[in-house]
């Protein structure tokens, strides 16, 4: 049975400020990299599906859920949660501004359909985006995900950024 990657802390980034769009990609890029999950070239393939793609990645309003497909980029599966100071547009014709962006990051296509559907599960509930968004904590934003202590686990794979 797949379930949503693991969270460690230094996959989740509390109040970043950000620029634009890109900026705030490029932040669930930097926190995936820091987990161990993917190399720093990740960051670039979001930002190139969305770029190609267009926002369809913003699934539901001030949620913006950054992934690509699996390539050699991604060392394991991976889960990042960046909040933003002040929501930022991504394109989308109903859903912007973005609060939250969840990078996602798996290693084969099964699980990239299965994990995408775990964390649509984790966000049904109509006001869980802006209790992330004003979430103080990452043990808070695992909390809110459904996710206990051992989705903490994976923080032995940390590397530099």
Known sequence: MTTIPPLPDTAVVLGAQVADWRAAVREAGRALTRSGATRSEYADRMIAVIEEFGAYIVIAPGLALAHARPGPDVRHEGLAVVTLATAV????????????????????????????????????????????ARAKTADEVRELLGLDAAAAAGSGDEVPA
């Not at 859903?95 to 296509?109: E, T, Y």
């Not at 775990?118 to 869980?128: C, E, P, S």
């Open 89 to 132: 547009p991504f394109g989308h014709p109903h859903n912007d501004p973005v609060r939250v962006v969840v990078g996602l990051a798996v290693s084969n296509a099964e699980e990239h359909v299965a994990s995408v559907a775990k964390l649509a599960n984790a966000f049904n509930d109509g006001g869980i985006v802006g209790r992330i």
